[in-house]
């Protein structure tokens, strides 16, 4: 695996979907002014922006200086985390979301938790930074039910206004 390749394009796709998906928000200005569509506007602006911020400190510590990545990845679990257990308390009974944000807290704990201790990535053969390449890819694919689901449901128009 070359691990700067994956994370430098994993890094500029998660920073293109947050770009694509303020565009979206853009066009859907009722979204902003009802505060738990915005807060659900803001849980998939984090689904992708945290994951391409531990990407870009991946880069930079890469296998040579992994304290840096390590540090970073543990931070950023620790934010998304506390923001998805927020939105979780807050959710209104939808089980689909409900599922997908205690699976994305799930992952954040689990980065967190190699981030912190990345021996063990090595119990299922795996370096730690391969480990967590995994672990932000299914965060991904999370925040892109998220968004089909929002975009399908309450997003709509009719819904939203």
């Not at 695996?1 to 998660?14: G, K, N």
């Not at 807290?105 to 480990?131: C, K, M, N, S, W």
Request: proline share 3%.
């Amino acid at each position: 695996m070359d691990v700067s390749a994956f994370y430098a394009l994993f890094s500029a796709t998660c920073f293109t979907l947050v770009g694509l998906w303020w565009n979206v928000v853009q066009s859907h200005a009722a979204w902003m002014s009802d505060p738990s569509l915005r807060r659900v506007v803001g849980g998939i602006y984090l689904s992708f922006l945290l994951p391409a911020l531990m990407g870009l400190f991946a880069q930079i510590g890469g296998t040579e200086q992994p304290q840096i990545w390590r540090a970073a990845f543990v931070a950023l679990s620790l934010v998304g985390c506390a923001c998805t257990l927020r939105l979780l308390a807050r959710s209104r009974g939808d089980r689909f979301v409900t599922r997908q944000q205690a699976g994305a807290t799930l992952l954040y704990v689990l980065i967190a938790v190699v981030g912190a201790r990345p021996e063990l990535a090595g119990h299922i053969g795996l370096r730690p930074i391969q480990a967590e390449a995994l672990l932000l890819i299914g965060l991904i694919v999370l925040g892109h039910a998220l968004v089909w689901r929002f975009m399908a449901g309450e997003g709509r128009a009719e819904s939203a206004g």
